[in-house]
């Protein structure tokens, strides 16, 4: 076992890194004083991985949905829910899956070194019995269809399929019912084996802790399980074309008022890590300055009722895939489309100004370190630059860096009008 403690100086605070035999990675981020402590553990397997090549082993190729379902079947032992045994503890705890993670965390204010190891056991401890596969598939399924009955979901998932040829992120996270009918106890195993490997994963605890305490507690329980270290993972993609599928779709069903998604596609230019953490910040200023609630085109949407607090925009990217989406509840989504697109392309004509910029990036870093006051915050934050291979830490520098002539290079080259599609859904009837 290494430890390492890096200094974090935008934070006057210590990161311990501890690295286990098993090829674990330990981040303990120490908060002196504060009353609650928080741990995150995850894996880098989200939604996408659905076709890989284990560790010296053959191509293996999964229904649509199997990361999150192995998510809520994981919860389920032989003696107990995991989620119960948390709650003894007072502890909350919970999971999610995206397209890149699979995340188990909680979060107490005594009894840590307990929830630690209930945590680090019951994901380390798979337990897939017929009945509670089946069980869980239910479950799952009454989920998806819930999900279906959301129009805001409906119109994402609309907006992907459009944008996206091939990639699996225009799938449903949960896949779809058909999907997850197809998930066995053998798929589950080879998707719990491949991924599930301490070297594939990570673990953050933040709060009033002990940093090497913390580390060798990991140790102890981790390393005793016997994993070796076996080299990475190959992940397999198809071919995306950088064009989109569709311009423009349109969907029926039971809601209140319209939809509108509007969505810019991009295939990823930038080097892996630290070159794409650059170009999403960069994407972080720009939509400000395009859609931000002080911008001029969000003022004149709102005020002409055009939009309203549902409006949103974002930017979503990883190695393979990368696009934006804005969009939200309108009552003339064909108005507001045309509004959207002829602000887009004013802004670019005009571009951003030195000064603008330099107010954006300012507001950018002052909500960055707002962030640090959140302990669940900095961990997703964390897993999710460290899944792409970029550190937390290195924002504050790379924002500084960033110029107002690659802002309007960007501006430019991500809102041209090939790369955009738009999805809108209008009530029945």
């Known amino acids: 076992m290494q430890i390492e403690v890096r200094e974090i100086p935008v934070l006057r605070e210590e990161l311990h890194v501890g690295r286990l035999s098993s090829g674990l990675t330990v981040f303990v981020l120490p908060r002196p004083g504060f009353h609650k402590k928080y741990a995150s553990f995850a894996t880098h397997y989200g939604s996408v991985d659905n076709c890989f090549v284990p560790p010296g082993g053959r191509r293996v190729c999964v229904p649509d949905g199997i990361a999150h379902f192995l998510e809520h079947t994981l919860f389920e032992k032989e003696n107990g829910n995991a989620s119960d045994w948390f709650s003894e503890l007072g502890a909350s705890s919970n999971a999610y899956t995206s397209y890149l993670l699979t995340t188990y965390l909680f979060s107490c204010t005594d009894r840590f070194e307990a929830c630690l190891d209930i945590l680090l056991n019951f994901v380390l401890e798979p337990y897939f019995s017929p009945a509670n596969i089946e069980k869980e598939r239910g479950i799952i399924e009454q989920e998806l269809l819930m999900y279906d009955d959301m129009p805001d979901r409906r119109v994402i998932l609309a907006l992907l399929e459009a944008l996206y040829h091939e990639h699996p992120v225009r799938v449903d996270i949960g896949g779809t019912v058909q999907s997850i009918r197809e998930v066995t106890a053998e798929l589950l195993t080879a998707c719990y084996d491949t991924f599930y490997h301490p070297e594939n994963m990570s673990l953050v605890v933040l709060g ?5 305490r913390v580390i ?3 140790a102890e329980n981790v390393d005793r399980r016997g994993f070796a270290k076996r080299g990475a993972i190959e992940r397999i993609f198809p071919a995306e074309p950088p064009q989109v599928r569709e311009r423009r779709v349109e969907i ?3 809601a209140s008022r319209p939809r509108l998604a509007l969505g810019f596609k991009e295939l990823p230019e ?6 794409q953490l650059r170009e999403r910040l960069l994407m972080g200023l720009v939509l400000r300055s395009l859609f931000g609630r002080s911008s001029p085109l969000y003022s004149a949407l709102y005020e002409d009722g055009l939009i309203d607090d549902s409006f949103y925009s974002y930017y979503e990217s990883s190695p393979t895939y990368g696009h934006t989406l804005v969009g939200g509840e309108t009552d003339d989504p064909d108005k507001l489309l045309d509004r959207l697109q002829s602000g887009i392309a004013e802004h670019v004509d005009r571009g951003i100004d030195a000064d603008e910029f330099e107010r954006l990036r300012r507001a950018y870093l002052g909500r960055f370190l707002d962030n640090f006051n959140s302990l669940e915050q900095v961990a997703a934050s ?5 899944v792409r291979g970029s550190w937390l830490f290195d924002t504050f ?4 860096s960033l110029t107002v002539e690659e802002a309007n290079d960007r501006l430019q080259r991500h809102f041209a009008s090939e790369n955009f599609s738009v999805a809108i859904l209008r009530p029945k009837g």
């Not at 930038?270 to 070159?275: F, K, V, Y």
């Open 208 to 212: 009033d802790v002990e940093p090497v």
């Open 216 to 218: 060798e507690q990991v």
């Open 252 to 254: 029926e069903m039971t």
């Open 270 to 275: 930038a080097a892996p890590g630290r070159g």
């Open 382 to 386: 964390f897993l999710s630059h460290h």
């Open 397 to 400: 520098e790379l924002v500084e």
